[in-house]
C-alpha cells in the first residue's frame, strides 16, 4: 500500500486496520487527533465530568461508540 500522505510504501497489515497512511504520517495524525480531543477529553477524569462537557459530540465521543 501506498500512503497518501506522503507517498511512501507501508504494510498491507496496516492497511487492512484502514489506515490509508504510513506509521510516520499516521502517529502524526493520531497526535493532531488527541490534541483536537484533549479538550473533550479532559474533564471525563474530572469528578464533575458532565458539568464541564458541554458539547453534544464531545459526549458522543467519550460515552459512545466502543
Ligand atoms: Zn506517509
Do not use: D, H
Request: hydrophobic fraction near 25%; include cysteine; glycine fraction near 10%.
Amino acid at each position: 500500500m501506498i500512503c497518501e500522505k506522503c507517498g511512501e510504501e507501508f504494510s498491507l497489515s496496516r492497511a487492512k486496520l484502514g489506515y490509508k497512511t504510513c506509521l510516520e504520517c499516521g502517529e502524526e495524525e493520531a497526535q493532531r487527533e488527541t490534541k483536537r480531543k484533549s479538550k473533550c477529553v479532559a474533564p471525563a477524569y474530572n469528578k464533575g465530568a458532565y458539568q464541564y462537557v458541554t458539547s453534544k459530540s464531545c459526549v458522543v465521543g467519550i460515552y459512545g461508540k466502543k
